[in-house]
DNA sequence: CTGAAAGCGCTTACAG
DNA sequence: CTGAAAGCGCTTACAG
């Protein structure tokens, strides 16, 4: 009998080993009931003697599962998205699966057919979509047609049938409006966030609303458009700052705009926070990097990334019983005070 | 005749619409030669019309290859594995490949046995190592013994029989240093990197090659170690600059070190530069986030990324041949001049 | 230039 | 509680 194995270790060798079928040394593998403590011990050891471990590839061809889970990313900040990975990494080891990173195109019109191939070649077992992937609904819809389980990490609205790991984002930007009211101000600009990131529209609504609960008058042109990175949030804080009203306090989407505000306040000699309070959003390590460091909104990333994890490999585990397994999981923010805010100056 | 398939897209359903062989459908997915022009177009247009992908699980376990590169890593920076990541993974995605990123821990003892089942479970094609998993001796003995293809980036040291992507981390430190004292600089502090990490030592030898090439002398008590990160660099800055010898200069190993040194002036009420030159190495975002922004060294490490997963993805088709093709590329660095360095101010 | 058969290393579906 | 057989979807090794 001819043969194509490389001296690799298979199941078959664990079996002779312990003296048992193959189909046992299965069961051990898998954890199923119905071994006898005794001869589960004897294949344990066998296999800890010869350093088997099983093939991925074997296991995903003859039965359901491939352990594999993909992870869909596009573009997003570095720090955002290597915790994400951080958060994921460690439950996905922890459950015996794999990350594969594919990146998601989320303008692209192919970005359907992409997802669909990757599914069918791959099988992965579940995907985890981060933003901007999440506001992606033909992503989500090959996932649906395919029946692949995913969750959908900060979606830009809450949907039935959709799993999901969230925050409150426009609570947040509630609460870091209220703070800057509290010490004083009331011209108080905003930096908004990517027209295309669905949490960006939701800080804008917890700005306006904050203003409304508190009397103050929405200022059209105290808001203008950022796109979530350093340059933007730079060359919107000029605007703000040179413009007609000029506020005594800007509240950026996300901390590398806030940055780059604060790096436009420094060019034009304006004493941050002195005579101009600057706020981020997210807490990244931008946050204390800036001079002086960032007041900003806590958002537990890498805490979320696992807990999404959790949820898809919770739905993994649950398989394709009905009713589908679908939950959410909603996370608490928290108002970091640092050096960047301050009482408004006084006339 | 039972079949446990659900309704999945197969060869064999290709097969059977292009009238052909299912041997000669494999033939045309891996561009094998000998297959007639017509015959070609006509199994891909089957596979077309039928939304057909291969699935990786039956071809890595009939054939030789994975069609999975593992990318090995451990808590660098988010920037730089941001970075690495984009570089690897595009090349990765365009040759067909899938990456799957996997947390190695360096310290940890178990990290031979680990990498070990990670290559037994998934049959990995290939492996890219990452600093500071470059460093690991253990992990590369595994890889070798295991006769897994792969490509260090950024080693401590280049060795022969060794596949790696590399800058002179020493000849750059070497200008940097070269740049203050051409501005009149002769007291130059040095915050080392962390000590684990190989590249730190390197970086920490050219600049005491540039001091002695310009007759100056060393002064141990401006070396202080740092640990790459921003708080390291922040205390190591805040020891140089209160203690009886006070530098006019201080470049840290990293960017996020010398945004650290930054705040600590601003803390101390020294300016920058007028007072104090600061400078980095890496060029990550973090270099244009401070005020001023920060001189430093431009690695290119999206660059050397892909130029990694290149010569790993060729040496993966040249597969077991002899002689094993190690090569390794080398990449240019850039002094990248800006705010955070100036002359030294006047007595 | 093309194809029929065996085999990769597991799990599924049964049988006992 | 345990096992023998079939099958997953491909590639390898041949044969023609």
Redesign the interface.
């Known amino acids: 009998m001819k043969t194509r194995n490389n001296g690799?270790?298979t199941i078959l060798d664990v079996a002779k080993r312990a003296d048992v079928a193959i189909k046992t040394v299965s069961r051990v593998l898998n954890n199923e009931a119905n071994v006898k403590e005794n001869t589960r011990a004897r294949v344990l050891r066998a296999i800890k003697e010869l350093?088997?471990?099983?093939?991925?590839?074997?296991r995903?061809?003859a039965g359901t599962k491939?352990f594999l889970v993909g992870l869909l990313y596009d573009n997003p900040s570095?720090?955002y998205?290597?915790?994400v990975?951080?958060g994921a990494?460690?439950r996905c080891?922890d459950a015996g699966f794999?990350?594969?990173?594919?990146?998601c195109d989320a303008d692209t019109k192919g970005s359907a057919q992409r997802v669909?191939?990757l599914i069918?070649?791959?099988?992965l077992d579940g995907v985890l979509l981060t933003p901007p992937v999440s506001d992606n609904t033909t992503v989500r819809n090959v996932l649906n047609r395919d029946g692949i389980a995913h969750v959908v990490i900060s979606p830009p609205t809450l949907e039935h049938g959709v799993s999901s790991v969230h925050m409150d984002d426009r609570r947040a930007a509630f609460d870091m409006v209220e703070h800057l009211i509290s010490l004083g101000h009331s011209k108080i600009g905003f930096i908004k966030g990517h027209p295309q990131h669905g949490a960006a529209k939701v800080r804008l609504n917890g700005y306006t609303d904050a203003l409304r609960a508190h009397g103050i008058e929405y200022n059209p042109a105290l808001v203008v458009q950022g796109l979530f990175s350093?340059e933007s949030g730079y060359q919107s804080a000029q605007q703000l700052l040179t413009g007609s009203s000029r506020p005594t306090a800007i509240f950026a989407a996300n901390d590398?705009m806030a940055?780059g505000a604060?790096?436009a306040a420094?060019e034009l000699g304006i004493s941050v926070p002195d005579k101009l309070s600057v706020c981020g959003f997210d807490d990244t390590?931008?946050a204390?990097?800036?001079?002086p460091a960032l007041t900003t909104i806590r958002q537990p990333i890498v805490e979320m990334a696992a807990g999404a994890a959790d949820l898809l490999l919770a739905q993994i585990r649950a398989g394709s019983k009905e009713p589908k397994t679908i939950s959410s999981h909603s996370f608490r923010h928290d108002l970091i005070v640092r050096g960047s805010t301050a009482q408004p100056a006084r006339r």
């Open positions: 690799r270790v350093n088997y471990a099983p093939s991925l590839a074997a995903g061809l491939s570095p720090y998205m290597n915790s990975q951080v990494l460690q080891r794999h990350l594969l990173v594919e990146f669909h191939s069918t070649q791959t099988r350093f590398d940055a604060i790096a420094h390590p931008v204390t990097i800036t001079w």
